[in-house]
């Protein structure tokens, strides 16, 4: 599965869009995009995910690069609650998920 | 429907001591897996399987071993604690496997810390 490279740490005004990149270069065709996130000490929660489309649903946007190279996960109003450590993850059908160091994202009022 | 339980929340072990970790999930899921967590770091996967009867190991398997006797149980033992063992362990279940077409969330607990002394 592809290797998935991205910033130890950002800030982010409340209220304002959080921009969280992840670099993806050796991603292959079939392989997907995940994000998760983990809140404190808790267990990780799935985000979005994706193949080559932009996706939105009520708690992010993904977009993809066209050439699959490089991904941004938007979280359009950022809030206190969204401070955590943010996964991004390429993995094949059947494989298995490896939770790198993340970005931690911190939200300030 | 409670999702995925785990039991206990923390745990002292001195070295060398046994213990099982539990797991249940209320969801009827096929495949539950067991992650660890050590400061700082990603989660790295122990164990996982694919239905009752049927596990396989994961990135960092030595020390542990699993059973799943059922769908919804997935116990973690530890034989002989070892100090490297001290960590936050996650148990996840998800209704498929596919990374691709299916949409594979996963479902994780709200983890159990262990200190091995």
């Known amino acids: 599965d592809a290797k998935t490279t991205q910033p130890p740490s950002m800030d982010c005004a409340e209220g304002r869009a959080a921009n969280l990149p992840c670099n993806h270069s050796?991603?292959?065709?079939?392989?997907?995009v995940y994000w998760y996130r983990q809140i404190h000490s808790q267990g990780p929660q799935y985000i979005i995910h994706?193949?080559?489309n932009n996706e939105t649903n009520e708690m992010a946007s993904l977009i993809i690069t066209e050439d699959r190279k490089s991904s941004t996960l938007i979280l359009p109003h950022a809030t206190l609650r969204d401070t955590a450590v943010y996964y991004c993850?390429?993995?094949?059908?059947?494989?298995?998920?490896?939770f790198g160091p993340g970005t931690r994202l911190s939200v300030l009022p | 429907n409670a999702g995925v339980t785990q039991t206990p929340k923390f745990r002292i072990l001195k070295i060398g001591q046994s213990m099982t970790l539990q797991c249940a999930q209320d969801?009827?899921?096929?495949?539950m897996y067991w992650y660890r967590q050590d400061p700082g770091m990603g989660l790295k996967l122990i164990y996982y399987?694919?239905?009752?009867?049927?596990?396989d190991k994961g990135e960092v398997p030595n020390g542990y071993n699993v059973s799943r006797s059922t769908t919804e149980d997935f116990p973690l033992r530890l034989e002989l604690a070892a100090p490297s063992q001290t960590s936050v362990y996650f148990c996840?279940?998800?209704?498929?496997?596919?990374?691709?077409?299916?949409?594979?969330?996963?479902?994780f607990g709200p983890g159990t810390r262990l200190t091995v002394l």
């Open positions: 969801m009827n899921h096929n495949y």
């Open positions: 996840a279940s998800s209704r498929s496997f596919s990374g691709g077409l299916s949409y594979n969330e996963q479902f």
């Open positions: 399987s694919v239905g009752a009867g049927i596990t």
């Open positions: 050796t991603i292959s065709g079939n392989e997907y």
């Open positions: 994706g193949l080559k």
């Open positions: 993850i390429a993995l094949n059908y059947g494989q298995n998920f490896v």
